[in-house]
């Protein structure tokens, strides 16, 4: 998604990413102006948080930034500013088996119509079953 809008994905998985970003907070956010920065693992780096603020009060175009994380960046304790009215939160979750090969899953709906699922057979193996429930989720209503 970044490549298509022609942005530039940055993770703070990467040590010296990361660093540089605590060192100059500002630059890192400056540093591709005009395209889409994604910046992954954002909690790594808290300091960014005021420095995003700044950034945005200085140019609020929208969409210049993505950031992502396995962290609620709201709820950190390191986190200096509520961030109230500055940041969307969209909560992700895992994908599930039909979204990882491209099926919409019936499953649910025929669970709830009452549907008996006496006669199904599989060819997977308990150990593809295991497999299977580590790669993906569990839908959620």
Known sequence: MVDSKDGRL????????ANGAREDPVGCLNSDPGRLLA??????????????????????????????????????????????????????????????????EKFIDRALSGERFINHTSDLSRSDYLELAVAGDIPRS
């Open 39 to 104: 910046i992954d693992e954002v909690q790594r780096v808290p300091e960014l948080v005021l420095a995003l603020k700044f950034v945005v009060d200085g140019d609020n175009r929208l969409g210049r930034f993505l950031l992502t994380g396995s962290a609620n960046l709201l709820k950190l304790p390191t986190i200096e500013d509520s961030l109230a009215g500055w940041a969307e939160i969209i909560e992700l979750f895992g994908l599930s088996q039909g979204e990882l090969i491209g099926h919409r």
């Open 10 to 17: 940055v993770s703070f998985d990467d040590p010296v990413a």
